[in-house]
């Protein structure tokens, strides 16, 4: 059976491609590594790599010995941390995240059921922007983020809750008269650009063309909620929101009307999947265990009353 050390070696030379790199990442020396990749090859039969004087290469075995082996030592690590966490128990730290008001009503149930069952493990709270919420996921800053989906390149939780579209238009236009929206509103109007919301997202709320195949207009920037609100009510542009919006955000100068034929909006849980953790399942546990049996009680605001 190899060794985790000549594992170690193999995979992360097959990364870098360079003696001196891999050595400096595994705190070994140059020799150190060049002796392992001897040995490794000697008991292989076969050259793993090609070495010129300026180059490294993996030969097809070598690379094919690697990719193998790569996810058979992410599934021991896996196990020794899921080891060490039952050893441990779920005591240390948790830092969770959510965006807007209703994933932060969510997120107090659920912190409320985790904090009971895990009274060694201290949870900390973030209110995430827009335009940083799934970056800070990403970076490691948040271990979970409650936030609307879709969501690309984390996992996915359970869905929490689920509520309609409502369009914000500013109160004096026209739109604010009627009764409700159609799609065809994101072609008359510009639509306010969230910056760092990602593109799956806006694309889920906002079609790239109309029904009646007029494109939609991007206005102004946003990094924040407020500042989506404060660009609707001057009457530079409308966005999507969930309808929760309506009963957590009413504003001087912005009318909520629902969007006929609009997709929900769902909110759950995310993570990064690397980060994983046992605090993180048993939060999202939690999470899904005191999650609304209904929609949040929320209405879209009749025309002039927000």
Known sequence: MLERTDIEVLLTLDEELHFGRTAERLRLSTGQVSRIVK????????????RTSRTVAATPIGARLAT??????????????????????????LHVGFVGAAAGQALLSAVDRFSGR????????????????????????????????PVEGVRVGPVLFTEPL?????????????????AEAFAAHPVIHPSGLP???????????????RPVRSGPVAETFSEILALVAAGQGVF???????????????????????????????????????????????????????????????????
């Open 68 to 93: 193998e082996l790569r996810p058979l030592v992410a599934q021991m690590d896996a196990a020794e941390r899921r080891a060490v966490e039952a050893g441990r128990g779920l005591a240390g730290e």
């Open 166 to 182: 409502v369009l914000a238009v500013p109160e004096g236009h026209r739109l604010a008269r009627e009764r409700q929206a159609t």
């Open 118 to 149: 895990y009274r060694d493990c201290r949870v900390h709270l973030h209110e995430a922007q827009l335009h940083d919420a799934c970056e800070r996921v990403v970076s490691g800053q948040l271990d979970v983020l409650i936030t609307a989906l």
């Open 240 to 306: 999507p929101v969930g309808a929760h919006a309506a009963r957590f955000y009413p504003r001087p100068g912005v009318v909520y009307l629902p969007i006929t034929g609009a997709p929900e909006l769902q909110w759950a849980p995310v993570w990064l999947e690397s980060n994983e953790t046992g605090r993180v399942r048993a939060f999202v546990d939690c999470a899904a265990e005191t999650a609304p049996n209904s929609r949040p009680s929320s209405r879209a605001a009749t025309p002039g009353s927000a």
């Open 39 to 50: 040995r490794l090859e000697r008991r292989i039969g076969a050259p793993l790599f090609t």
């Open 199 to 213: 593109e799956a997202a806006i694309r889920y709320r906002v079609p790239a063309t109309a029904p009646s195949g």
